[in-house]
């Protein structure tokens, strides 16, 4: 259509002094920081609980330290099963996760740019936290990847074909952490 595009990669302009005040507010949290997108626009879409809580006590034992999860009030449920993960060891306390549950988008977008990594569903954190330099692993089991941003890891099912039947349940845990591990490796060689 002969219209310029300026930006060849999505780019969210985060205000610094907001994200300065939330990376302060949750400076006590143990780094590195991740988040997990647990939220979704449709059933198909979602990785599920306990998926998600056997990512976070592996993510844990890996080193990972605080865990951010974005979501809803529909991922509430998912909340204990993570917090049992974690288990009762006191270097494990639940202060280590961050609830977005109720917390506003600007909120969110506060400290969505101090963050680490993310994982999750293809949702609308995941392309926020593309947009705003995190990098990104999209766990896209029922729809076919994005490939708008460089930030973006696709995360498909083993044979490559997602489907809205199964094809989240075909994304095993081991699969991410192997994802993640990868993201590691490329950043910290």
């Known amino acids: 259509a002969g219209i310029a595009q300026p930006e060849q990669e999505p780019l969210l302009r985060l205000d610094p002094e907001a994200v300065a005040r939330a990376q302060a507010a949750f400076a006590d949290r143990p780094r ?7 939220g979704s626009s449709e059933p198909y879409k979602q990785w599920g609980g306990d998926r998600y809580a056997a990512l976070t006590a592996a993510l844990s034992q890996e080193g990972w330290g605080s865990f951010f999860l974005l979501g809803g009030p529909d991922e509430k449920p998912f909340l204990p099963a993570i917090r049992a993960a974690l288990g009762d060891n006191p270097d494990r306390l639940p202060d280590r996760l961050v609830e977005t ?4 988008m600007g909120e969110i977008l506060a400290f969505l740019g101090a963050l680490d990594l993310y994982v999750g569903n293809d949702t609308s954190f995941l392309n926020l936290a593309a947009a705003s330099g995190v990098p990104a692993i999209g766990l896209f089991g029922a729809t076919p990847p994005l490939t708008h941003s460089k930030s973006i890891h696709a995360l498909l099912p083993p044979d490559g074909a997602p489907d809205k039947a199964g094809g989240m349940a075909r994304i095993t845990v081991e699969a991410v952490l192997e994802a993640v591990a990868a993201h590691k490796e490329r950043t910290h060689g």
């Open 32 to 38: 590195p920081w991740i988040a997990l997108g647990l």
């Open 101 to 104: 549950f109720d917390m506003k």
